[in-house]
């Protein structure tokens, strides 16, 4: 072992300070991930009976764990990207094959998931699905006397300053849907212009393009807006528990889809906690955990059987594969991405 | 080895560690930036190049240069209503407040702030601002408006109000000391030569403080301009700022050479500033 001298000390602790601690040491995996899906509930346990410490980061959008991992990712061990950039990041290079033979409830996740093209390459997969849900809709039940079925109720302007719509390009698929345009991924450019037209005209009607969970709860528990999209299950309850009654509905012309999934980051199938934290999460422990925390439906429809009271099994749509089937998937948008994003970034500047 | 090699050591030292430091984290990162800005998009990342498309794509976007604009105007009022509301307090402060303690305690009053987290701060407008706000609430306890108003959050003028409330201290504390600098005596010498005291303040005071005025514009400017954080908590759809289009190339677009070219184009926007300023300051410059 080399000598430590106080220069290197001195040294050692300004590159931690200023670049982040090296790749996690042994028995410690490091996640980036999304609020809940690393909750203490679920985690503590798992944490007691292997020895495996577990630390989380947390993100607020797909595109930071992009930004992350582009930036020097090796720091983490997995990650939980969401259906429509798992493509990029396994082309990227960010991330190494699962090896499904240690999975052990592999064949039991959704053959819906199983069979993604967006999660293999090359005759290997890359991700193991952990939880998926809809961009729903949702509306405070007192503000409107005929419940809103269709887009329509975010265009009309007799909701002005009532609406909030998600801050992300998720907006274009919004309008496009609204616009006649169901091809939502694959959008040509015509469509996403008349999409910004859309948007701008919206844009007066509405109060705030939301970004995080809580500001959007805050948005409607501090009376601010009565109709928005929102992450299907999550938001919802946390409105309800704070004493107001919000409807969440798919509208006429559809919803978005989503899948997350976990991946290992380059270099780190070798730690040992890997792969019994990809077990613990896709069993009853890591599948109940993350639906009674964040309210999303899960990849594993044998371990919600088991784990979940009938009427949990039945809100979160597990029973009921055509509603799955029936979703507008997240697909990944390759080089049309920078078009997508940028044409919501006009719409804000205008 | 001779005490004089052992002083050039310890010296080598004491001047090596700043220059280190900013080679390092100022200079180094400037030019990664600035490499940065002449490589290509192309899936799934970016690749080296040597092009000046992501400055033409600047150019010839309207969404861009409609952003700068608006930034820039949100600075100018947010640097304008600080100005105007900082230059009295510290006048006030300064030559009208005979008790020293009680200058100090409101002096401080104004800093104190920051030592409160700017997001916090920032947060914290929220609640003062929202439909069901401390405003909105007060307004209408007073009589004064019947329906709660949701002009104050969410807006422009919000964001105008958080920014103003958060840099006000960089206006006041340069005014403050130019203010303090200045001898007694030229208002007693203007007073015995016959001048009344408002051509006394417009004619000697607010001469002798532009430096600081200058110094102050500036530095609530080049803040304004950077700021992301008011629009993220407090803007409405019509709020996005430079800093916020930077955010997003570096995020959701995954495009990082466009942000870097558009944090070049703001660099040089804040340079140009502060040397415009630092050339007024030099013309306005006076010895006593």
């Keep these: ?350 | 080895m001779t005490l004089r090699a052992l002083d050039r050591i310890g010296m080598g030292f004491f001047l090596g560690l700043p220059i280190l430091w900013i080679v390092l984290f100022m200079l180094v990162p400037y030019g990664v930036l600035l490499t940065y800005s002449f490589w290509i998009k192309s899936y799934p990342l970016f690749e080296p190049a040597f092009q000046f498309g992501n400055y033409l794509t600047l150019l010839n976007e309207p969404q861009y240069l409609s952003v700068i604009g608006r930034t820039l105007k949100i600075a100018v009022i947010v640097s304008v209503t600080a100005l105007v509301l900082a230059y009295p307090f510290a006048y006030f402060l300064v030559f009208r407040l005979k008790n020293v303690t009680i200058r100090k305690v409101l002096f401080f009053g104004v800093i104190a702030p920051l030592w409160v987290s700017y997001l916090l701060r920032a947060y914290l407008w929220k609640t003062i601002l929202g439909t069901q706000g401390v405003l909105n609430s007060t307004l209408m306890g007073l009589g004064i408006i019947s329906e709660p108003l949701d002009i104050f959050l969410y807006s422009q003028a919000a964001m105008v109000i958080t920014l103003t409330y958060i840099f006000i201290p960089f206006m006041v504390m340069p005014i403050y000391a130019a203010l303090e600098k200045i001898p007694r005596n030229l208002d007693e010498a203007s007073a015995d030569l016959g001048q009344s005291s408002w051509t006394t303040f417009w004619r000697v005071t607010v001469p002798l403080s532009l430096p600081g005025v200058v110094a102050g514009f500036t530095l609530t400017f080049c803040l304004c301009f950077g700021d992301f954080v008011a629009a993220f908590l407090v803007g409405g759809p019509d709020g996005l700022m430079v800093a916020n289009v930077i955010t997003s190339q570096f995020g959701a677009a995954l495009n990082w050479p466009l942000g870097s070219a558009l944090a070049v184009v703001m660099l040089v926007v804040v340079l140009a500033i502060i040397s415009l300023s630092d050339r007024f300051e030099q013309r306005t410059k006076v010895q006593f």
């Design chain 1, 1 to 350: 072992m080399a000598k430590t001298t106080p220069l290197k000390t001195i040294l050692t602790t300004i590159f931690v300070a200023a670049f982040g601690m090296p790749a996690s040491a042994e028995g410690e995996l490091s996640l980036l991930t999304w609020e809940g899906y690393a909750d203490d509930s679920f985690i503590a346990a798992f944490e007691a009976e292997t020895g495996c410490r577990v630390s989380a980061t947390y993100v607020g959008s797909g595109e930071e764990i992009i930004a992350k991992m582009a930036a020097g990712g090796g720091v983490y061990d997995l990650i939980t990207p969401a259906s429509d950039i798992t493509r990029l990041i396994i082309e990227a290079g960010f991330v190494e094959p699962v090896d499904i033979s240690r999975i052990e409830q592999w064949e039991n996740i959704y053959p819906q998931f199983r069979e993604l093209d967006n999660i293999q390459m090359d005759g290997e997969y890359y991700a193991m699905p952990y939880t998926w849900g809809a961009i729903a809709f949702m509306y405070r039940n007192d503000a409107f006397e005929t419940p809103p079925t269709s887009l329509a109720a975010l265009f009309d302007p007799r909701n002005e300053g009532r609406i909030a719509l998600w801050d992300d390009k998720s907006a274009i698929y919004v309008a496009a849907r609204y616009n006649g345009d169901t091809n939502i991924y694959t959008l040509s450019d015509e469509q996403i212009a008349a999409a910004v037209e859309t948007l701008i005209e919206q844009r007066p009607l509405v109060r705030r393009y939301w970004s995080t969970a809580g500001e959007l709860v805050d948005l409607y528990v501090g009376g601010e807006v009565d109709i928005s999209n929102t992450w299907a299950g999550y938001q919802s309850a946390l409105i309800a528990a704070e004493g107001i009654e919000v409807t969440e509905f798919i509208p006429e012309e559809n919803a978005e889809g989503w899948m997350d999934s976990w991946m290992i980051v380059d270099g780190s199938a070798d730690n040992a906690c890997t792969y019994p934290f990809l077990n613990m999460q896709l069993s009853e422990q890591g599948q109940c955990g993350v639906a009674n925390v964040n309210g999303y439906s899960v990849a594993n429809p044998v371990a919600a059987r088991n784990c979940m009271t009938e009427e949990q099994f039945v809100a979160l749509h597990q029973d009921d594969p055509a509603y799955l089937d029936a979703l507008l998937m997240w697909q990944p948008l390759g080089d049309r991405m920078g078009a997508y994003v940028n044409a919501w970034n006009s719409v804000k500047s205008q």
